[in-house]
C-alpha cells in the first residue's frame, strides 16, 4: 500500500536559518505529491505539489522537488521566519485500484522558529 | 470564491451518543472526502463522496456514514460514539473524479470531544 515517512521533529531553528524536513515515500505507479502546512487550531492549507518525477513545487519561498529515483519529496527554505512555525505534512495521491485519489500523510513535523 | 467551510467549530459528546459534521464544498467542486486526525498525528482518510455517491473508503467501520448533497455540501454522521473518536475532523473539496492530480482543499476542521 501506500505509505509516506517524514522525518522525526519538532525542529527548531532561529529566523533566517535554512530549512529541510525530509519525506520518502513508497507507493505504486506515479503519485502526486504535496505538502500541506497546519497552523495552530486550523485546517490544512496547500503549501505545493509535484504531480511527476522532477518536477518541482515552489510556494512562499518553499521548494520541493519529485525524485522519484530516491522515492522522496524533501521540502526547503532558505531563509525562515517566525511566521513559518507550524506543523508540515508531506502527503502522497495515488490512483488506480483502490486509491481514488485519497490523500495519504505522514505523521507531521513541527517546526518552531525562534526571532 | 469561497472556501470549504464547517460546522460546528467544536463539539461535546458523550460515549454512545451520535454525531453529525456538516461540510460545505469550495464553490465549484464535486469532490468531498472526509479525514480524521487525532492528536499528534497524520490525517487519516475517512472516505470519499463524489456527485452523491461513495466514491471510496477507508479502514473505519460502518458506524462512520456519510451523504453527499446535490449542491456537493456533505455531512459525516458518527453513531455509537467510542472515546477513540475524540479528534479533528476535517473536510476536502476538490474538482474531479478522484484522480492522482486532484487538489484536495481544506476546510478548518471540527473538533469532537467524547467524554
Not at chain 2, 448533497?69 to 476536502?92: G, H, K, R, T, W
Request: hydrophobic share 30%; glycine share 12%; net charge negative.
Amino acid at each position: 500500500g501506500n505509505s509516506v515517512t517524514q522525518m522525526e521533529g519538532p525542529v527548531t531553528l532561529s529566523e533566517e536559518a535554512f530549512l529541510t524536513i525530509n519525506c520518502t515515500y513508497t507507493a505504486t505507479g506515479y503519485p502526486s505529491l504535496f505538502w500541506y502546512v497546519q497552523y495552530p487550531g486550523e485546517g490544512l492549507q496547500l503549501l505545493l505539489k509535484a504531480t511527476k518525477a522532477d518536477d518541482k513545487g515552489s510556494n512562499k519561498g518553499f521548494e520541493a522537488t519529485y525524485r522519484k529515483e530516491t522515492t522522496s519529496f524533501h521540502l526547503e527554505k532558505g531563509s525562515v521566519q517566525v511566521s513559518d512555525s507550524a506543523v508540515y505534512f508531506c502527503a502522497l495521491s495515488n490512483a488506480g485500484g483502490t486509491s481514488y485519489g485519497k490523500l495519504t500523510f505522514g505523521q507531521g513535523t513541527i517546526l518552531t522558529v525562534h526571532p | 470564491e469561497t472556501g470549504v467551510t464547517q460546522s460546528p467549530t467544536h463539539l461535546i459528546k458523550t460515549r454512545g451518543q451520535q454525531v453529525t459534521l456538516r461540510c460545505s464544498s469550495q464553490s465549484g467542486h464535486n469532490t468531498v472526502s472526509w479525514y480524521q486526525q487525532a492528536l499528534g498525528q497524520g490525517p487519516q482518510f475517512i472516505f470519499q463522496y463524489y456527485r452523491e455517491e461513495e466514491n471510496g473508503r477507508g479502514n473505519f467501520p460502518p458506524r462512520f456514514s456519510g451523504l453527499q448533497f446535490p449542491n456537493y455540501s456533505s455531512e459525516l454522521n458518527v453513531n455509537a460514539l467510542e472515546l477513540d473518536d475524540s479528534a479533528l475532523y476535517l473536510c476536502a473539496s476538490s474538482l474531479g473524479t478522484g484522480g492522482r492530480t486532484d487538489t484536495q482543499y481544506f476546510g478548518p476542521g471540527t473538533r469532537l470531544t467524547v467524554l
